[in-house]
């Protein structure tokens, strides 16, 4: 009878948990797609979930294949569906977390106020509200925090549960792979099984080439060579750490402010706190936590892009560890009263909806969708659109594709000219394609959409 309740009592913990996010994130959800929080990539996942091809390099299959299931079975408008499946991804990415910190700690006290740190820090409640991958990688990074915290025996099975919830965060997004010394420093290591468990989970790496029919836009993946280059996403290399070294001391002091802001500044002493107990605890834990961060830092630092921040959102639930580590150490504090413990850790997360709920909320967020409408009813019929900006291709590709909204409209990007894919997916739209920059759109109107997304037709 003990165990049936405190099996009730953790139960009604977490459906308390899950239910209070569920609720905030609905009331500040983006209604379709946005171009908000760095959103503008939502238009080509969108666009691949509906129409069964891929996305753009490296492909984020594990998202990509779930995307495709949910828009199948949820009717509705595609960009929703997917922005809920960001906010169900991020949910139970603060589920698993709480989880994790009242099995290492053994206080829900701690577990209630990590998680909900977690849930309303700015990035990942940004990236919950959107039609983006970087939620459901934080919710493969938590399952292989928990999955660690779970494998404390030199045993085959949960260290290739491990190994799969690792590999199905990389085949999420790359950057994931960071974790590994997290999971390894300090630990009985099965390595069997966590070789056998992540092989299992990078699969669907190579069940990417079943989603055709090719040609298309972003590679070739019916060869070897062509599959190896779409996955290594060596369209992109040029922006992996050449971010001129001149601009790394204001990177790194915005990275310093912008991670304070996550957690506030009291919940970051706490983290703090929190990771200094656990230092004195177990070294190797925390060695290991302290070097995935500090990689992912590196990367997202040295990565040559505005929104690079958001390659550390699958890292927040390792931070929110230590909030919950911080809060378990005040609670055993006997200088500390009860109401006094209990008020400084329920602070945080009211100050974090209290802080971010306006500029996070989405709710009210019809730019991209009134701009697609007035832009797609201008254009004539059977016009070819030349646009050389990720959102207004993506937003056109979602309107045009999965929508099937003036599906007469072709849209070509005028920066993958030239790349072999791209050209040979054009040959096939438009009879002819691409030769240079002069489009043998056999007599079509021809559309440009400029820098302040405007739209002029020759």
């Not at 994130?25 to 503008?40: N, R, V």
């Not at 790359?174 to 390595?191: D, E, K, M």
């Not at 991670?259 to 983290?271: D, E, N, S």
């Not at 730019?367 to 254009?379: C, D, E, F, N, R």
């Given at each position: 009878?003990?165990?049936?309740?405190?099996?009730?009592?953790?139960?009604?913990?977490?459906?308390?948990?899950?239910?209070?996010?569920?609720?905030?994130?609905?009331?500040?959800?983006?209604?379709?797609?946005?171009?908000?929080?760095?959103?503008?990539?939502?238009?080509?996942?969108?666009?691949?979930?509906?129409?069964?091809?891929?996305?753009?390099?490296?492909?984020?299959?594990?998202?990509?294949?779930?995307?495709?299931?949910?828009?199948?079975?949820?009717?509705?408008?595609?960009?929703?569906?997917?922005?809920?499946?960001?906010?169900?991804?991020?949910?139970?990415?603060?589920?698993?977390?709480?989880?994790?910190?009242?099995?290492?700690?053994?206080?829900?006290?701690?577990?209630?106020?990590?998680?909900?740190?977690?849930?309303?820090?700015?990035?990942?409640?940004?990236?919950?509200?959107?039609?983006?991958?970087?939620?459901?990688?934080?919710?493969?990074?938590?399952?292989?925090?928990?999955?660690?915290?779970?494998?404390?025996?030199?045993?085959?099975?949960?260290?290739?549960i491990v190994g799969l919830s690792l590999g199905l965060g990389v085949s999420t997004h790359v950057t994931v792979l960071f974790l590994?010394?997290?999971?390894?420093?300090?630990?009985?290591?099965?390595?069997?099984?966590?070789?056998?468990?992540?092989?299992?989970?990078?699969?669907?790496?190579?069940?990417?080439?079943?989603?055709?029919?090719?040609?298309?836009?972003?590679?070739?993946?019916?060869?070897?060579?062509?599959?190896?280059?779409?996955?290594?996403?060596?369209?992109?290399?040029?922006?992996?750490?050449?971010?001129?070294?001149?601009?790394?001391?204001?990177?790194?002091?915005?990275?310093?402010?912008?991670?304070?802001?996550?957690?506030?500044?009291?919940?970051?002493?706490?983290a703090i706190a929190g990771a200094g107990h656990t230092w004195s605890a177990n070294r190797q834990q925390m060695l290991g936590g302290?070097?995935?961060?500090?990689?992912?830092?590196?990367?997202?630092?040295?990565?040559?892009?505005?929104?690079?921040?958001?390659?550390?959102?699958?890292?927040?639930?390792?931070?929110?560890?230590?909030?919950?580590?911080?809060?378990?150490?005040?609670?055993?504090?006997?200088?500390?009263?009860?109401?006094?413990?209990?008020?400084?850790?329920?602070?945080?997360?009211?100050?974090?909806?209290?802080?971010?709920?306006?500029?996070?909320?989405?709710?009210?967020?019809?730019?991209?969708?009134?701009?697609?409408?007035?832009?797609?009813?201008?254009?004539?019929?059977?016009?070819?659109?030349?646009?050389?900006?990720?959102?207004?291709?993506?937003?056109?590709?979602?309107?045009?594709?999965?929508?099937?909204?003036?599906?007469?409209?072709?849209?070509?990007?005028?920066?993958?000219?030239?790349?072999?894919?791209?050209?040979?997916?054009?040959?096939?739209?438009?009879?002819?394609?691409v030769r240079g920059l002069t489009l043998a759109s056999g007599g079509r109107p021809l559309c440009r959409i400029g820098e302040q997304?405007?739209?002029?037709?020759?």
């Amino acid at each position: 009878m003990v165990q049936v309740g405190a099996f009730r009592r953790r139960a009604g913990f977490y459906i308390i948990v899950v239910a209070v996010v569920a609720i905030v994130y609905a009331l500040t959800l983006a209604p379709s797609l946005t171009w908000s929080h760095w959103g503008s990539d939502g238009g080509d996942f969108a666009t691949a979930a509906v129409t069964g091809r891929v996305p753009h390099p490296p492909g984020f299959p594990a998202y990509t294949f779930v995307s495709r299931a949910v828009v199948t079975a949820f009717p509705g408008e595609s960009a929703r569906v997917l922005n809920w499946l960001s906010a169900a991804s991020a949910a139970m990415a603060v589920l698993l977390v709480a989880a994790t910190v009242q099995k290492r700690s053994g206080s829900a006290w701690a577990a209630l106020v990590a998680g909900l740190a977690l849930a309303f820090s700015s990035w990942l409640w940004s990236q919950a509200l959107i039609v983006e991958v970087y939620t459901m990688a934080a919710l493969f990074s938590s399952l292989t925090l928990y999955a660690v915290r779970s494998a404390t025996a030199r045993r085959f099975l949960p260290w290739a549960i491990v190994g799969l919830s690792l590999g199905l965060g990389v085949s999420t997004h790359v950057t994931v792979l960071f974790l590994i010394p997290y999971a390894v420093l300090g630990r009985q290591v099965h390595w069997r099984g966590l070789a056998v468990g992540l092989c299992a989970g990078l699969v669907p790496y190579l069940l990417l080439p079943l989603r055709g029919p090719w040609p298309q836009p972003w590679g070739d993946l019916t060869t070897l060579a062509g599959w190896a280059e779409y996955v290594s996403a060596r369209l992109y290399w040029g922006n992996a750490f050449t971010l001129p070294l001149t601009d790394w001391p204001a990177r790194i002091l915005a990275w310093a402010s912008l991670m304070t802001r996550q957690l506030t500044p009291l919940g970051a002493l706490i983290a703090i706190a929190g990771a200094g107990h656990t230092w004195s605890a177990n070294r190797q834990q925390m060695l290991g936590g302290a070097i995935s961060f500090a990689l992912a830092t590196l990367y997202a630092i040295g990565y040559n892009a505005p929104d690079s921040w958001v390659y550390l959102v699958a890292y927040l639930p390792l931070v929110a560890l230590s909030v919950g580590d911080g809060i378990k150490w005040l609670v055993d504090q006997p200088w500390l009263t009860s109401a006094a413990r209990s008020a400084v850790g329920l602070v945080i997360p009211l100050l974090l909806v209290a802080l971010n709920w306006q500029s996070v909320t989405l709710s009210h967020d019809a730019q991209v969708m009134a701009w697609i409408s007035g832009t797609l009813s201008a254009l004539p019929a059977d016009a070819v659109v030349l646009t050389d900006q990720d959102r207004h291709t993506f937003a056109l590709w979602y309107a045009t594709e999965a929508v099937a909204f003036r599906p007469d409209v072709t849209v070509v990007d005028q920066r993958l000219l030239g790349y072999a894919a791209y050209d040979a997916f054009l040959d096939a739209v438009l009879d002819g394609g691409v030769r240079g920059l002069t489009l043998a759109s056999g007599g079509r109107p021809l559309c440009r959409i400029g820098e302040q997304d405007e739209v002029t037709c020759e």
